[in-house]
């Protein structure tokens, strides 16, 4: 079995955290949460609170196949101070370990030169933090190598399917959509999620997630210009 590492900090994004963690379990990834705090239980940036499986200090990363930060405003921030968390990431991308980061997370891999060269997406408006990468701004989830990338919480799912993908095979987040689906045609309804953002040419874009049908399997991001 594959095997997943989780970071959680104080304030960090609940969505892009505990759906990931669903989505990696119900597809048969041995997913472990660490806590980066004090303590195990870690509070997300909406108050919901986290019993992690392991500290930090009592987890052994050379058994990880995937190592993956959630966002999140506070928790962000917070994991940029984190040196050990850095050097962790660094030694294992160099190893070959996939790195995957979502939200504002990706300014760590920025801080720890884990995309320089490399594509890479991110939170709108943390895109100078991402040191040396060349941004894409209309794919909810970008590869590069063994890095991955994606937006905030309305690509959560994507994200999530993408990082099953890679641990588990092409199966497995196709079983999970069509156990998720709303009718017997096997769609999936997602969420309306809608927010503006301006982008590095300081054009403002209307980003929209429309709550409707999508034909199996595919999962799309609607851009309004």
Partial sequence: ???????????????????????????????????????????????IVVEADKMFDDADFR?????????GNVGSKKMLEHDALHETLKEAAASGTYVAAICAATMTLGKTGLVSGKKATCYPGVEKELTGA?????????????????????TTIPFALKLA??????????????????NKKHRL?????????????????????????????????????
């Fill in 165 to 182: 993908e890679l641990l588990n095979g092409k199966e497995k987040p196709m079983q999970l959509l069509k156990e998720c689906s709303s």
């Fill in 1 to 47: 079995m594959t095997k997943a590492y989780v970071f959680l900090i104080d304030g960090f994004e609940e969505i892009e955290a505990i759906a990931t963690i669903d989505i990696l379990r119900r597809a048969e990834v041995e997913t472990v949460t660490v806590s980066l705090d004090p303590e195990r239980s870690v509070k997300g940036g909406h108050g």
């Fill in 134 to 154: 060349d941004i894409v701004t209309d794919e909810n989830v970008v590869m590069d190598g063994n890095i991955i990338t994606s937006r905030g919480p309305a």
């Fill in 189 to 225: 309804r997602l969420p309306v999620f809608s927010y503006n953002v301006k982008s590095t040419a300081g054009k403002t874009f209307e980003y929209a997630l429309k709550y409707s049908i999508i034909p199996f399997p595919e999962i799309q991001t609607r851009i309004l210009f």
């Fill in 63 to 71: 058994e990880a196949d995937m190592l993956i930060l959630p966002g």
